[in-house]
């Protein structure tokens, strides 16, 4: 595993009252602060989660999920798919030595 360059960084998802696939994305682009070209679908998001280039330098990266047991409730579909690509994202850091977490803190 390669030796952390630095702080991890840390950012909030708030899915608190999202409901549907455009509510996560567009809460996404909002409270990651996506670049200017995520186009707003599952391949996009993908994209962005994983070129970080955005995010910042770093050893690791933490992104801290609210509201994310009502999401998977009021739409479980488009819960399981970005639960997939969620882990995906992290299993794609961490071949490449970067350690990458995804808290969701009303996970059960």
Same mark, same amino acid.
């Not at 280039?53 to 798919?81: M, Q």
């Given at each position: ?45 993908? !994209?962005? =989660?994983? *070129? ?5 330098? +770093?050893? /690791?990266?933490?992104?801290? &999920?609210?509201?994310?047991? %009502? ?12 639960? !997939?690509? =969620?882990? *995906? ?5 961490? +071949?490449? /030595?970067?350690?990458?977490? &995804?808290?969701?803190?009303? %996970?059960?």
């Amino acid at each position: 595993m390669a030796a952390m360059t630095g702080p991890t960084p840390a950012l909030s998802l708030n899915l608190d009252g999202v409901s549907d696939k455009d509510g996560l994305l567009l809460r996404c682009a909002q409270d990651l602060r996506f670049p200017d070209w995520f186009g707003h679908n599952w391949d996009a998001l993908a !994209d962005c =989660l994983t *070129d970080l280039s955005w995010w910042g330098e +770093a050893g /690791g990266f933490l992104l801290h &999920v609210r509201g994310w047991s %009502a999401f998977r409730e009021a739409a479980p579909e488009a819960a399981a798919i970005a639960s !997939d690509i =969620l882990a *995906d994202t992290v299993a794609y850091w961490a +071949a490449r /030595g970067t350690p990458m977490t &995804v808290h969701c803190a009303d %996970a059960p």
